[in-house]
């Protein structure tokens, strides 16, 4: 069964730097998959941060994010990244961590569950000073 899991999040200051990192299992090409990193804030919906194609060639940022955060994967070691430089209070939220077939950004809606075929649990990420 395929999984995503999450890790790297925590509590860091404002203007801090934090790397996430999702670990992929149980695919059987992960080269096969975009992937993506979306967010939710407390209180609020889901949100696009990143995405990055099957060979890491093409990617997406969301406005919010862009010259701040860096997405990046290593097929070899199925694993997807997001290095957040800068960070803001209002980066604050939960990070998902998500794989589709499909290129789903850029979006002029928000992210829905069903947007992917896969999701990891989350990684809290909580800006503060």
């Known amino acids: 069964e395929p999984q995503l899991v999450e890790s790297g999040g925590g509590l860091v200051q404002p203007g801090d730097s934090l790397t996430l990192s999702c670990s992929a299992s149980?695919?059987?090409?992960?080269?096969?998959?975009?992937m993506y990193w979306v967010r939710q804030a407390p209180g609020k919906g889901l949100e696009w941060v990143s995405g990055?194609?099957?060979?890491?060639?093409?990617?997406y940022y969301e406005d919010s994010v862009k010259g701040r955060f860096t997405i990046s994967r290593d097929n070899m070691k199925t694993t997807l990244y997001l290095q957040m430089n800068n960070l803001r209070p209002e980066d604050t939220a939960m990070y998902y961590c998500?794989?589709?077939?499909?290129?789903?950004?850029?979006?002029?809606?928000?992210?829905?569950?069903?947007?992917?075929?896969?999701w990891g649990q989350g990684t809290q990420v909580t800006v503060s000073s």
């Open positions: 149980g695919f059987s090409y992960i080269n096969e998959y975009w």
């Open positions: 998500a794989a589709d077939q499909y290129r789903r950004m850029p979006n002029t809606r928000a992210p829905e569950n069903d947007d992917f075929e896969y």
């Open positions: 990055i194609s099957e060979t890491g060639v093409v990617t």
